[in-house]
């Protein structure tokens, strides 16, 4: 079973700029992507952006394009989010899954890390 662990968060004003790393630990990993998630208090979770596991390519929810970038290190199990430009509606627990072709997370979830945005 895939145990994943988010890293990263903070408090951070308006317009800055925060990474956060997600490493994945299993016997044999070999997802077919892995995303990020995030839940605003208050809210649903949602869905942030994705990475395939193999050919790295990325997708992004409408409202973090041009502001988020997703990467991966295969080598280390770990992927990262490079959040720029951040507005108080970022506030939230980020997340990291492994995700299924369609887009769905299909591992259990971590404890996540806090982003909080200040104006």
Known sequence: QVQLVE??????QAG??????????ARTFRPYGMG???QAP???????ARITWS???????????????ISRDNAKNTIYLQMNS???????VYYCN?????????SPWGQGTHVTVSS
């Open 7 to 12: 890293s990263g968060g903070g408090l951070v």
């Open 16 to 25: 800055g700029s925060l990474t956060l790393s997600c490493v994945a630990s």
């Open 36 to 38: 990020w998630f995030r």
């Open 42 to 48: 208050g809210k649903e979770r949602e869905f942030v």
């Open 55 to 69: 050919g790295g390519r990325t997708y992004y929810a409408d409202s973090m394009k041009g502001r988020f970038a």
């Open 86 to 92: 951040l507005k108080p509606e970022d506030t939230a």
């Open 98 to 106: 492994t995700i299924t072709a369609g887009g769905n997370p299909s």
